[in-house]
């Protein structure tokens, strides 16, 4: 990935809520017919591990021991150049996209043992569902349902090696550029452009 200094995230309290907010992540490994991915919600297990869960039939199912990467996505979107005071002065302003992502390194190992897959069903569910007026329990559903669907997955762990973290938030501007990015996105009110400016806001206060 490429990473300027000045968009690399390394707080790991920042990292971890990236993750634990936005858990549908990325898996990209080669397998063997070349380079493919698979998209899935990821569990962060401590420090050290990613928890998840696939299709019998997914290739992924097959290659235990492969090195894989994992991008985790957070909120991203547009920025204008006219939401630069600087633009207002010198016009010497482009458009860009700001994101914020981060990149697990790690070695996969394919689990099939049913109670640890039951235990993990039961742990996504619950974190899931907690919003819900009634949360639904994987208890809530016949034991024989819940045994036949367990034995067409196989469980995902994810041995974390290295993390990566690149929020890019207008750093490389000035604050009043700063500024005027957050007021322009709460301005704006699209898709994530809240969460965004909520980045942003959280970074600057960081700052003081």
């Given at each position: 990935m490429y990473l300027p200094p000045y968009f690399k995230e390394t707080d790991a309290a920042r990292l971890d809520a990236l993750m634990r907010d936005y858990p549908f992540a990325t898996v990209i490994v080669h397998g063997e017919e070349g380079i493919v991915?698979?998209?899935?919600?990821?569990?962060?297990?401590?420090?050290?591990?990613?928890?998840?869960?696939?299709?019998?039939?997914?290739?992924?199912?097959?290659?235990?021991?492969?090195?894989?990467?994992?991008?985790?996505?957070?909120?991203d979107g547009y920025v204008s150049p006219n939401w630069y005071p600087s633009k207002q002065e010198t016009h010497r302003e482009v458009p860009t996209w700001n994101y914020?992502?981060?990149?697990?390194?790690?070695?996969?190992?394919?689990?099939?043992?049913?109670?640890?897959l039951r235990t993990l069903l039961e742990r996504l569910t619950d974190r899931h569902e907690a919003s819900q007026p009634r949360p639904w329990h994987v208890s809530d559903a016949p034991e024989d349902h819940i045994e036949k669907s367990l034995r067409g997955i196989a469980g995902i762990e994810?041995?974390?090696?290295?993390?990566e973290g690149k929020f890019k938030l207008s750093q490389n501007h000035p604050t009043a550029n700063r500024q005027g990015v957050i007021a322009g996105l709460h301005q704006r009110a699209g898709r994530g452009d809240a969460d965004l400016a909520a980045l942003m806001t959280q970074l600057e206060e960081g700052r003081a």
């Open positions: 991915a698979n998209h899935m919600p990821l569990e962060r297990v401590g420090d050290t591990q990613l928890h998840g869960h696939v299709a019998r039939s997914n290739e992924l199912a097959k290659l235990d021991g492969a090195e894989v990467l994992v991008i985790f996505r957070g909120p914020a992502v981060v990149h697990v390194h790690g070695r996969l190992r394919v689990v099939n043992d049913a109670g640890w994810i041995a974390i090696e290295r993390i």
